[in-house]
């Protein structure tokens, strides 16, 4: 088989996972001034931005304050560094333009590209713009072809494919980040959106933005927006074992029956409810790793709702203008659930039960409709060909309760049979079936900067190898 290129390392996406491995592993292969290449496959021409922070308007801010947004474990205040130097705001506990952020992911790989060369002139790294679409093993690696028709070859490859949206038709949204401009509807369409958490809330920025004229409603079945960061969390932190706590208790229902004790202690201590939620935060993957699928599924059915709008908290300036907006009849919030979605040529029709009302149904025919339900979290229904090839294959196999991928906590994916994949690794949003809280930063970049490790671990240990083409798996393409 021609093989185009062959490297050390190969990292699949160039969002945000792809771009702090990438900076991870070039930071400290240049200090161990051993040769070593490294490719990175990214669709998109510019790296770091991916699905979050290429955000299109300045409206959209972080929802983590800049303090904890560093792409650096053992540099907390990179990103501070970063904005001071640009002349931007740096407060700590500021919520940053999510575009900046994406600059600041940009221009990270780039500085570590450029100090990993002058430090170690036996490196290399070169990013090709290509979509991976196949992925097979071969004797000492992986091959992994791209729908450019090239073939790359490697030691070892990781995994940053990032959040999976099903596509967009006219006037029925199921990705708001790619491909979609509010401008090019008339402003005085009318706009329903689905689900009312942080994508809602960045779309309701961004029509009003536009000055948008045309009713809009926000339907959601909890019919509550997400609630906002209170500054003194940050300072007046709470600490409590919580695994150790479900170690004892092993019940969802007295795990929230001491949180709701614990939030009367935690208001005494003058801390907010907010630095309860946070104390939860070092502490959710080892829980959600104990729990069994029964107890995780009546999480998901009973508790989620309420988890996300206390977890997933947005900037007190954004909560403040969105309560504005609110009153000012900006938008309405229905209380409802969302039974079907019919498109007709010039409307999309939008079928509901309005929740405590007879279980009747009704429907909205409306200009626009912006599915703000979040991503695709089943991997199984994921269209992106390397991902649905390598589930046919069995090369990978998808996570606990469909979600992500099956793989260990760090990074090594499995195969269909539960065998550990070698030097094949993954990180982020796929690791939500195993870990849960696999999505923000702060978890991105302790993945990131473990999976480098790893690798460069690999790299190093591995002996010269001869080609060796026994047991080489097939592309088809
Ligand atoms: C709207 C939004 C706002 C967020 N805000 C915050 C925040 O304020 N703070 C925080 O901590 N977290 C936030 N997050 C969460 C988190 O930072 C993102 O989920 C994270 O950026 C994900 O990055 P990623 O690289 O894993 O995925 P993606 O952003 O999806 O990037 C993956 C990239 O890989 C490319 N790719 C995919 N498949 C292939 C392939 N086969 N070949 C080549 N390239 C490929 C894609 O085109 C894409 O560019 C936010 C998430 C979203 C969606």
């Given at each position: 088989?021609?093989?185009?290129?062959?490297?050390?390392?190969?990292?699949?996406?160039?969002?945000?996972?792809?771009?702090?491995?990438?900076?991870?592993?070039?930071?400290?292969?240049?200090?161990?001034?051993?040769?070593?290449?490294?490719?990175?496959?990214?669709?998109?021409?510019?790296?770091?931005?991916?699905?979050?922070?290429?955000?299109?308007?300045?409206?959209?801010?972080?929802?983590?304050?800049?303090?904890?947004?560093?792409?650096?474990?053992?540099?907390?205040?990179?990103?501070?560094?970063?904005?001071?130097?640009?002349?931007?705001?740096?407060?700590?506990?500021?919520?940053?333009?999510?575009?900046?952020?994406?600059?600041?992911?940009?221009?990270?790989?780039?500085?570590?590209?450029?100090?990993?060369?002058?430090?170690?002139?036996?490196?290399?790294?070169?990013?090709?713009?290509?979509?991976?679409?196949?992925?097979?093993?071969?004797?000492?690696?992986?091959?992994?072809?791209?729908?450019?028709?090239?073939?790359?070859?490697?030691?070892?490859?990781?995994?940053?494919?990032?959040?999976?949206?099903?596509?967009?038709?006219?006037?029925?949204?199921?990705?708001?980040?790619?491909?979609?401009?509010?401008?090019?509807?008339?402003?005085?369409?009318?706009?329903?959106?689905?689900?009312?958490?942080?994508?809602?809330?960045?779309?309701?920025?961004?029509?009003?933005?536009?000055?948008?004229?045309?009713?809009?409603?926000?339907?959601?079945?909890?019919?509550?927006?997400?609630?906002?960061?209170?500054?003194?969390?940050?300072?007046?932190?709470?600490?409590?074992?919580?695994?150790?706590?479900?170690?004892?208790?092993?019940?969802?229902?007295?795990?929230?029956?001491?949180?709701?004790?614990?939030?009367?202690?935690?208001?005494?201590?003058?801390?907010?409810?907010?630095?309860?939620?946070?104390?939860?935060?070092?502490?959710?993957?080892?829980?959600?790793?104990?729990?069994?699928?029964?107890?995780?599924?009546?999480?998901?059915?009973?508790?989620?709702?309420?988890?996300?709008?206390?977890?997933?908290?947005?900037?007190?300036?954004?909560?403040?203008?969105?309560?504005?907006?609110?009153?000012?009849?900006?938008?309405?919030?229905?209380?409802?659930?969302?039974?079907?979605?019919?498109?007709?040529?010039?409307?999309?029709?939008?079928?509901?039960?309005?929740?405590?009302?007879?279980?009747?149904?009704?429907?909205?025919?409306?200009?626009?409709?912006?599915?703000?339900?979040?991503?695709?979290?089943?991997?199984?229904?994921?269209?992106?060909?390397?991902i649905?090839?390598s589930l046919?294959?069995g090369l990978m196999k998808s996570?606990?309760?469909?979600?992500?991928l099956l793989?260990?906590?760090?990074?090594?994916l499995l195969d269909a049979?539960?065998?550990?994949q070698?030097?094949?690794?993954?990180?982020?949003?796929?690791?939500?079936?195993?870990?849960?809280?696999?999505?923000?930063?702060?978890?991105?970049?302790?993945?990131?900067?473990?999976?480098?490790?790893?690798?460069?671990?690999?790299?190093?240990?591995?002996?010269?190898?001869?080609?060796?083409?026994?047991?080489?798996?097939?592309?088809?393409?």
């Amino acid at each position: 088989m021609r093989v185009d290129k062959e490297s050390d390392v190969l990292i699949v996406g160039g969002g945000c996972s792809g771009s702090l491995v990438a900076a991870n592993l070039l930071k400290m292969a240049a200090a161990s001034k051993r040769p070593i290449s490294i490719t990175l496959l990214a669709k998109e021409r510019i790296l770091g931005l991916g699905v979050a922070y290429g955000a299109p308007s300045l409206s959209h801010v972080l929802n983590v304050p800049s303090q904890a947004m560093s792409a650096y474990v053992e540099e907390p205040d990179h990103l501070l560094r970063w904005l001071t130097a640009r002349g931007r705001d740096a407060d700590p506990l500021g919520f940053i333009p999510r575009q900046w952020y994406g600059q600041y992911l940009s221009e990270l790989v780039d500085d570590a590209e450029k100090e990993a060369v002058r430090q170690n002139p036996s490196l290399s790294f070169e990013v090709v713009h290509q979509e991976a679409i196949e992925l097979a093993s071969r004797a000492n690696g992986w091959l992994v072809a791209t729908g450019a028709g090239q073939t790359f070859s490697a030691k070892q490859v990781v995994l940053a494919s990032g959040l999976y949206f099903h596509p967009n038709d006219r006037r029925l949204i199921r990705n708001p980040w790619r491909g979609f401009d509010p401008a090019s509807f008339s402003k005085e369409s009318s706009v329903a959106l689905v689900g009312s958490g942080l994508s809602a809330v960045d779309m309701l920025l961004w029509l009003s933005d536009l000055d948008w004229k045309g009713p809009i409603a926000v339907f959601a079945k909890n019919g509550q927006m997400p609630l906002a960061h209170n500054r003194m969390s940050f300072a007046k932190k709470v600490t409590y074992d919580w695994s150790a706590d479900w170690d004892r208790l092993q019940s969802l229902a007295c795990l929230f029956g001491l949180a709701r004790t614990r939030l009367s202690g935690t208001k005494l201590q003058g801390a907010p409810w907010q630095s309860l939620i946070d104390s939860f935060r070092p502490h959710t993957q080892v829980i959600w790793g104990k729990m069994d699928t029964h107890t995780r599924k009546r999480f998901l059915r009973h508790l989620q709702g309420i988890w996300d709008v206390h977890r997933h908290r947005i900037a007190p300036e954004v909560a403040s203008r969105i309560q504005t907006l609110q009153e000012r009849g900006f938008f309405q919030i229905k209380k409802a659930l969302v039974t079907g979605i019919d498109q007709t040529e010039a409307k999309v029709v939008l079928r509901y039960k309005v929740l405590k009302e007879a279980p009747k149904e009704a429907e909205s025919h409306l200009d626009l409709v912006i599915s703000c339900m979040g991503l695709e979290t089943n991997y199984g229904r994921v269209e992106a060909p390397l991902i649905a090839s390598s589930l046919k294959k069995g090369l990978m196999k998808s996570g606990p309760l469909g979600k992500g991928l099956l793989a260990l906590p760090d990074g090594h994916l499995l195969d269909a049979l539960g065998k550990v994949q070698p030097r094949l690794f993954t990180l982020g949003f796929s690791q939500h079936g195993n870990l849960w809280e696999s999505v923000a930063v702060p978890e991105i970049r302790s993945q990131a900067r473990a999976i480098a490790e790893n690798v460069l671990k690999s790299s190093v240990a591995s002996a010269p190898e001869k080609e060796d083409h026994r047991g080489e798996g097939n592309l088809a393409l």
